[in-house]
């Protein structure tokens, strides 16, 4: 539940995708503490951390995002194309004619397979 951590200000922060992760983080944040006041990181040795704190974030992670944009949405069309159009202006009107027409030959597709 550990998105990832980073070091600013002498504050080792943890941040987590979960609040149940931080509430649990919260009760264990002591022993946490006291067992790095003995034993030291050699990463962490030069960095002075004087506190650790933790934050819950909802930002999805890239893996995430990626695996939204890959969804495809698929439904059965329910139009057919039978609407009445009252357009005036002539290039919206063949606009509109023609999106009717793709959506009939669409149906028309559809019950001749």
Do not use: W
């Amino acid at each position: 539940m550990i998105k990832f951590g980073y070091i600013k200000n002498g504050i080792l922060y943890f941040v987590l995708n979960h609040p149940a992760a931080k509430q649990e983080f919260d009760n264990n944040i002591q022993s946490i503490k006291s067992a790095l006041k003995f034993v030291k990181p050699k990463e962490c040795e030069d960095s002075g951390i004087n506190d650790i704190k933790a934050f819950v974030t909802h930002t999805p992670t890239k893996n995430e995002e990626e695996s939204f944009q890959h969804c495809t949405v698929v439904y059965k069309e329910r139009a057919m194309g039978d609407f009445s159009i009252d357009i005036k202006d002539e290039k919206l009107n063949k606009l509109v004619h023609s999106i009717q027409k793709i959506i009939k030959d669409k149906n028309d597709t559809k019950r001749n397979n």
